[in-house]
């Protein structure tokens, strides 16, 4: 392991990782939930908030399940032996944080309160900034042009995908 793997490493542990970010994203809707007790979510409501926590847990049990099958490790700059391009791969590059959003927006909704949805709001953010813009540059060092192509056909959550490498050209470290 180089010297700068070291380093990522280190301090990726010192960092409050994603896992923990949903789970604090959950904690403050909390004191909400106290606040407006008792509840009366709209029933469409509910719905749409339990697809969105099962869609987003369902997301990263088998995002994870194919990273355990490639050797790829879960925890932020981790060793990538491999590119992981099937499942949930296959339409957004960042599966987990999507299923993590997804589960902190699911709660406000099954809950009714929508102010709850600044919660997954922040953790979007917060998630873009700090992982997912240096997962790339990460990505981009560790599998290049690969990667490049990867991104330049698949979004990053759901929207368009990344910059074509034509407009890009060959040479350059752009991302979406």
């Not at 879960?74 to 599966?95: A, D, K, M, Q, Y």
């Not at 589960?103 to 953010?125: K, Q």
Request: proline share 9%.
């Amino acid at each position: 392991m180089s010297k700068r793997e070291r380093a990522l490493e280190s301090n990726t542990r010192r960092r409050l990782l994603p896992p923990r970010g949903l789970l604090l994203s959950l904690v403050v809707q909390g004191p909400l939930i106290l606040w407006f007790w008792p509840l009366a979510p709209p029933g469409a409501s509910v719905l749409i908030g339990v697809a969105l926590l099962v869609g987003g847990v369902v997301l990263n049990i088998w995002a994870d399940r194919l990273f355990h099958k490639g050797g790829v490790g879960v925890c932020p700059f981790s060793p990538v032996p491999i590119l992981i391009r099937e499942g949930p791969f296959r339409i957004t590059r960042n599966p987990m944080y999507l299923g993590m959003v997804l589960i902190s927006a699911g709660v406000p909704l099954m809950t009714g309160l929508d102010i709850g949805l600044c919660a997954p709001a922040v953790l979007a953010v917060w998630l873009q900034i700090r992982f997912v813009l240096p997962e790339e540059k990460f990505l981009r060092e560790r599998l290049g042009m690969e990667y490049l192509l990867y991104a330049s056909n698949h979004s990053r959550w759901l929207g368009l995908p990344g910059p074509r490498l034509a407009r890009m050209g060959a040479g350059t470290s752009r991302t979406t």
